[in-house]
């Protein structure tokens, strides 16, 4: 069982920066594939990037690229989600998710892949 509390949101301007954090704790963090997901009002929640159990192997969504970057601390016990340059479309409320699987090398997408989340924090960005 992974309990997981993200925080780090907030509003923005158009084109600053946040740095979002996933603090897990239970069993065997290190062990978990991370994922960051977002949703919209009116939308489906979507990945948004995700890391490996080790840290070594990192994607991201397309529309992120170049701009949001994944990374995970296994001693902190916590995933990270740095956004730059952000946009109104980048608006929405964040969630962190953990694995159903223990030690995937590859990093999942769909949302049935993870077992865990997170309650959420909402990305409020102003043009």
């Known amino acids: 069982q992974v309990h997981l509390v993200e925080s780090g949101g907030g509003l923005v301007q158009a084109g600053g920066s946040l740095r979002l954090s996933c603090s897990a704790s239970?069993?065997?963090?290190?062990?978990?594939?991370m994922g960051w997901f977002r949703q919209a009002p009116g939308k489906e929640r979507e990945f948004v990037g995700g890391?490996?159990?080790?840290?070594?192997?990192?994607e991201h969504t397309d529309s992120v690229k170049g701009r949001f970057t994944i990374s995970r601390d296994n001693a902190k016990n916590t995933v990270y989600l740095q956004m730059n340059s952000l946009n109104p479309a980048d608006e929405a409320v964040y969630h962190c998710?953990?694995?159903?699987?223990?030690?995937?090398?590859?990093?999942?997408?769909?949302?049935?892949?993870?077992?865990?989340w997170g309650q959420g924090t909402q990305v409020t960005v102003s043009s």
């Open positions: 239970g069993d065997a963090f290190s062990l978990y594939a």
């Open positions: 998710a953990a694995d159903r699987r223990q030690t995937r090398f590859s990093v999942e997408r769909t949302i049935k892949e993870y077992a865990y």
């Open positions: 890391i490996n159990w080790s840290g070594v192997r990192a």
